[in-house]
């Protein structure tokens, strides 16, 4: 990168805002916008008010564009009302629900998130969080259920625990990539297959996980209250801390990949792993290290999903996250706060579901427009052509201000 | 996008032939010979080799389970000692060596698990043949993509665009036939996609395709409950193809009726397979395009279109995963389900590497998956006493297995994965 001021004097205005407008800011909120309006596109074509509209469309738009605009107007702002504040409701505390609705369901986005974020950044491809997950889920089901320990000390190490399992789990995938060259795609895929059935047998299995009465199904006890996660706000809102810990794990984020030696490493490596390992570091061995940390980041997500939970569990307690992580970490381009943004957006398309459902649209929507959103980010030539951006600038004025914030002493 | 960079998918490890194969060989097969022959269980076991209606009836074959175990673990060492002289040698061990050893310890664990029982192998054979159609098909897909070095990680979304196009265009036109061409066009659209940000845009192809993945789902997803829960009889209720026994064929003992007595699905893999693998081993076409996999640069040197190729090649082979699709739904259970392919995509592309790029050796891999499905479901009637979560996760443990021992030295074509900037 060269300095700003190789950078035309004249027009520097100019310049910044072509910087601004090309940067990957500005191309995932139009991205995000773009994804909204295909939604709606979708919304509009299964409307039924608005086809039959359309069958006298020539005789009267007027009344398809109005069923066109219902349909439109109904479904997002349902959304609104179902993951950020209810005007509908009467009392201030059910309507700002939504809004710790959406927390509660981004806080393991955000902390999953993080993970896969942090092996791209190496240059992994980590598909395997849902099996992490699911493998630190599992332990912490068991100190939360079959061991008793005192308050405090039980949530403590039933969290620990939970982490360093999936950071175990993960850390397999380096270890055999690193020692066979097996790819870690693969080894993901099949990693999360395995964990399903294990974490399966053991909540089938009486003597193993299943809940003291239970019938057939694979099902687990309520964590003890002991392990519990803490409710956040009192016990009017079910947001509890699992959602301060995915914050905690946002800055933890930021420390490793921007000051520490090893995101140094990490970075060094997923820029170029032949450079790395001509200046001397063993990439073999940064491989595994970051599938470590990027398992404990989705441990902290497993914490959140087993020790957030009131009643017993099933097997399908990684619900979609798995794959979610990716998106978010896709949306929020592996940086901390682009991966807090992302994993509060898809958190609200969460929490805005059941009311989508109330009003008679179907909340897979909300999957049709978070497969649009990441489609148009993974290809900015696509929406610099729609919305006529400026290709990539050489001027670094606004980065090497947003750096001089982020990092230690600004740009050197 | 700048920070996320993704090395060329399968990245070459070493060359000279290592003793891994046989050692792995040698433990499964002591494991094979101890836990299913010498601990095993003395009940007797039915092989069932017909089914009622079959033209050629053999009698069932009456044995002790553990007697099975201890012939084919004893088999097993033997092939297990031949591939470590081999490996001295320097020779790797051939690939039908590894397939009669595969196939071995499944009948030892088949024997083993039925003690007591029937073993219907027609049945478990004919299916097993039923679900590795759309693995093998989705395989055949990303193959002809990875031959001509684009990652296809879009079978999963392939397979579901296919599944979900084939029913519902099957129901509304009344014509299955249109269903299936539906299938392999929409499948070919999203390959045309991925071919176009890969080749053109230059976007990470891993990301492409598991963003496609995610699309794809998310769009069937709202469709099935916005639309065909509405109104299923009009919209999701396309039948299946008849079967179609082959005159001749279909009367051959044990093999007859599993492979010859089936859907025309079934029929045009048989057909695809071997053409795919005479176009890309036999014919100037396949060289070109296997060249451009290897290293396009040297391609573009003598003249081949690099883009263009890449860009058929992909595209075909979207139709190809179509048509895989087409048979989870109107090739087998007629309608539609959410999430119909349910990773089955993910499971081909497990097939692709551990077919290390090759038509017939993917076919294999794809038949052993079908065959593990089948084994769960037919275990689970049979109760053989360990837990059915532990054979669901058996064909995933062989690939891992597999793929860590046996092919992580082999190589993937040379480019997969990399973009080629002409210039």
Known sequence: MNNA???PVVNRGNAVLKEILSGGATRA???????????????????????????YFTARPTDSLAAAWTAIADGYSALFRGSIYNYAADDIVVAFRPLTETLRFAGPLIASGLGIALAFRVGLFNIGASGQLLFGALWATWISTRVSLPWGVHLIVAALVAILASAAYAAVVGFLKARTGAHEVIVTIMMNYIAAGILTYFFRTPELLREVDGGGTPKSDAPAETA?????????????????????????????MERSTMGYRFRMVGHNADAARTAGINV?????????????????AAVNQALGARAG??????????FDAITVALLGSSTAPGVLLAGLLFGAFKAGAPAMQVIGLSPEITGVVQGFIVLFIAAPPLVRAIFRLPPPQKSTVVADWWRSLVTKGGRK | MSTVVTPGLFSQVEVKVSKKTPYLMGVFALVVLGAFGIFGKTETVAFQ???????????????ASNLVGIVLGVALVAIAAVSFVLALRGTKTPLWLTLVFGLSAVIALLAWLAAGNSLPFAFILGNAVVLAVPLALGAMGGIMSERVGVVNIAIEGQLLTGAFLA?????LTHNLYLGLVAAMIGAALLSMVLAAFAIVYLVDQIIVGVVLNVLVLGITNFIYAQWLTQDGLNTNFPGTFPIMPIPGLSAIPIIGPALFESRITTYLAYIIIPVLWFILFKTRRGLRARAVGEHPLA???VGINVARTRFWWVTIGGLVAGLGGAALTIGAVGAFGRNMSGGQGFIALAVVILGRWHPFSASAAALLFGFSIVLRIWANQVNPGIPTDFITMVPYVVTLIAVVGFVGRVRAPAADGQPYIKG
Not at chain 1, 35 to 54: H, P
Not at chain 1, 245 to 253: C, K, N, P, R
């Open chain 2, 299 to 301: 391609a573009d040197t």
């Open chain 2, 49 to 63: 080799w017909s089914k009622e209606d079959d033209v050629i009836k053999l009698p069932d074959f009456l044995v």
């Open chain 2, 167 to 171: 029913a519902v265009v099957g129901t």
């Open chain 1, 29 to 55: 909120l139009l991205s995000v916008l773009l994804g909204f309006v295909v939604g709606a596109i979708f919304m509009v074509f299964s409307n039924e008010a608005f086809l039959t509209a359309a069958q």
């Open chain 1, 5 to 7: 001021a190789e950078t």
């Open chain 1, 228 to 256: 519990q996660l803490p409710y956040l706000l009192g016990d009017q809102y079910t947001l509890h801390w699992g959602f301060i810990l995915a914050i905690v794990g946002v800055f933890a984020y930021w420390w490793i």
């Open chain 1, 284 to 300: 073999e061995r940064t491989f595994m290290i970051a599938m470590a940390v990027s398992g404990a980041f989705v441990g902290l």
């Open chain 1, 313 to 322: 569990m099933t097997p399908d307690i990684d619900g979609t996250i798995g």
